[in-house]
């Protein structure tokens, strides 16, 4: 079975930047055709944030085109979601997904 953990979530002031982590187990990352991340912000519904293939290709929403990205570790089993020029727009809770596993979602505010 397939657990998604996510951590490096908090407070950061606009502007700022997070690192979010989603640590994988019961499957190497090296053969999970894509993981993605999703954020769900209060009284919206979740919304797509950005994917990252095993092929190493990577897709990102709109909103978070040029400021957000994603990298790996094969090695720690994780995948990161590196967040720079954070908005308030941004807060959420941020959920790292591959099909059909979730992981229990992390906290990101990003207020002054």
């Known amino acids: 079975q397939v657990r998604l953990v996510e951590s490096g979530g908090g407070l950061v002031q606009p502007g700022g930047s997070l690192r979010l982590s989603c640590a994988v187990s019961g499957r190497s990352i090296s053969s999970i055709l894509a993981i993605y991340w999703y954020r769900q912000a209060p009284g919206k519904e979740r919304e797509f944030v950005a994917v990252l293939t095993t092929a190493g290709s990577t897709n990102f929403a709109d909103p978070v085109k040029g400021r957000f990205g994603l990298s790996r570790d094969n090695a720690k089993n994780t995948v990161y979601l590196q967040m720079n020029s954070l908005k308030p727009e941004d807060t959420a809770v941020y959920y790292c997904?591959?099909?059909?596993?979730w992981g229990q979602g992390i906290q990101v505010t990003v207020s002054s």
């Open positions: 997904n591959t099909p059909p596993n």
